[in-house]
Antibody
Framework: EVLLVESGGGLVKPGGSLRLSCTISGFNFNDFSLNWVRQAPGKGLEWVSSISTSTTYKYYADSVKGRFTISRDSAKNSVYLQMHSLTVEDTAVYYCARDHPDGVVPDTIPSFFDYWGQGTLVTVSS | DIQVTQSPSSLSASVGDRITITCRTS??????LAWYQQKSGKVPKVLIY???TLQSGVPSRFSGSGSETDFTLTISSLQPEDVATYYC????????FGGGTKVEIK
């Protein structure tokens, strides 16, 4: 069974930092690009960041560029999202999602997402 | 950045009705478009990719069409379990989601 399990969410003050983790199982970690997608309360989906298998390609939404950093650790089957300078607009459920290989350029440009974790809630509030 | 516009933002239809949701992009994206269903409190689920390819396990009442800038998701016979919000997503470059369409039963 494919599983993606996020952790690390919580309450943080504006300007603070947080590191999210996503641990995967049920598929070969080294074969898939991985993504973070977020959803603010009552709002739509927003893609946040993507990382290729080799970590050569990393992409960020304009809204988080320069503040968030994505990384992955094959020894731990995990992908991470380090978030700095958080604002109230970053309040959301953050999902980890697996890239489907049938994209434009597999493992280079992010594709669509075939498996998602259950999400972890990040609340930025004073 | 590409703009992705979904319409309508919500709709109410009867069981058995045929419904159509539209997704329009500000740039041509060939067929690099996916559709998701998100039920209340649940994780999004991919229904269709490459504009018209049905993901494994998705009922055949769901279909997609279109190319370049205009795409549609059709449910041929709406069922109670189809109550959800539907999103389109481009993937020709960095991904963008549409704003969503909330589907309810009359």
């Amino acid at each position: 069974e494919v599983l993606l399990v996020e952790s690390g969410g919580g309450l943080v003050k504006p300007g603070g930092s947080l590191r999210l983790s996503c641990t995967i199982s049920g598929f070969n970690f080294n074969d898939f690009s991985l993504n973070w997608v977020r959803q603010a309360p009552g709002k739509g989906l927003e893609w946040v960041s993507s990382i290729s298998t080799s970590t050569t390609y990393k992409y960020y939404a304009d809204s988080v560029k320069g503040r968030f950093t994505i990384s992955r650790d094959s020894a731990k089957n995990s992908v991470y999202l380090q978030m700095h300078s958080l604002t109230v607009e970053d309040t959301a459920v953050y999902y980890c999602a697996r890239d489907h290989p049938d994209g434009v350029v597999p493992d280079t440009i992010p594709s669509f997402f075939d498996y998602w974790g259950q999400g972890t809630l990040v609340t930025v509030s004073s | 950045d590409i703009q992705v516009t979904q319409s309508p933002s919500s709709l109410s239809a009867s069981v058995g009705d045929r419904i159509t949701i539209t997704c329009r992009t500000s740039q041509a994206i060939f067929n690099y478009l996916a559709w998701y269903q998100q039920k209340s409190g649940k994780v999004p689920k991919v229904l269709i990719y490459a504009a018209s390819t049905l993901q494994s396990g998705v009922p055949s009442r769901f279909s997609g069409s279109g190319s370049e800038t205009d795409f549609t998701l059709t449910i041929s016979s709406l069922q109670p379990e189809d109550v959800a919000t539907y999103y389109c997503q481009t993937y020709n470059r960095v991904p963008f989601f549409g704003g969503g369409t909330k589907v309810e039963i009359k």
